[in-house]
């Protein structure tokens, strides 16, 4: 981890804290490609467009941080808190792609490796590109499960009940 990324996130947990001379992370537009944030506690901070590919986020807390525009790809995501966040973990497919819904100006994206796209469009695409093999069906069942999360999550209106 590079000094002033250190020194952001020791600022941080003393804004967390609540201790005067504390800010909030601002890590707006920062390049944190492959930065080793293992356990960062990341909540509430601003990366909003900020380059967090092959990022290793294993345990860190971004429960309310601001992940718009955020490029996660390839990021191990694994036991991050997102509570509050504005995009779920959905699942990994076998060959190890992560899925994530997000949620971003009233719409929802689903973004896998280097792709993102609207449900609509992720589903044509993978049926397009993977249909008929096992890899397809993993990404239309982990699309159908982003789908299931924004829901939940209410950021698409719940499904009427079949009962």
Same mark, same amino acid.
């Given at each position: 981890?590079?000094?002033?990324?250190?020194?952001?996130?020791?600022?941080?947990?003393?804004?967390?804290?609540?201790?005067?001379?504390?800010?909030? !992370? =601002? &890590?707006? @537009? #920062? /390049? +944190?490609?492959? %930065? $080793? *944030?293992?356990?960062?506690?990341?909540?509430? !901070? =601003? &990366?909003? @467009? #900020? /380059? +967090?590919?092959? %990022? $290793? *986020?294993?345990?860190a807390d971004l429960s309310g941080a601001n992940l718009r525009g955020a490029d996660l790809s390839g %990021? $191990? *995501?694994?036991?991050?808190d997102l509570r509050g966040a504005n995009l779920r973990?959905?699942?990994?497919?076998?060959?190890?792609?992560?899925?994530?819904?997000?949620?971003?100006?009233?719409?929802?994206?689903?973004?896998?490796?280097?792709?993102?796209?609207?449900?609509?469009?992720?589903?044509?695409?993978?049926?397009?590109?993977?249909?008929?093999?096992?890899?397809?069906?993993?990404?239309?069942?982990?699309?159908?499960?982003?789908?299931?999360?924004?829901?939940?999550?209410?950021?698409?209106?719940?499904?009427?009940?079949?009962?």
């Amino acid at each position: 981890m590079t000094a002033n990324l250190t020194e952001t996130l020791r600022v941080h947990a003393l804004w967390l804290a609540g201790d005067p001379p504390g800010t909030r !992370a =601002d &890590l707006r @537009g #920062a /390049n +944190l490609s492959d %930065a $080793n *944030l293992r356990g960062a506690n990341l909540s509430d !901070a =601003d &990366l909003s @467009g #900020a /380059n +967090l590919r092959g %990022a $290793n *986020l294993f345990d860190a807390d971004l429960s309310g941080a601001n992940l718009r525009g955020a490029d996660l790809s390839g %990021a $191990n *995501l694994r036991g991050a808190d997102l509570r509050g966040a504005n995009l779920r973990h959905c699942g990994q497919r076998s060959d190890g792609y992560v899925f994530l819904v997000r949620h971003e100006a009233g719409e929802v994206f689903v973004t896998a490796g280097c792709r993102r796209f609207g449900l609509a469009e992720a589903r044509a695409h993978w049926t397009a590109t993977r249909g008929g093999t096992p890899l397809g069906d993993e990404s239309l069942a982990l699309v159908d499960h982003c789908e299931r999360m924004a829901r939940i999550a209410g950021w698409l209106p719940a499904t009427p009940s079949k009962d």
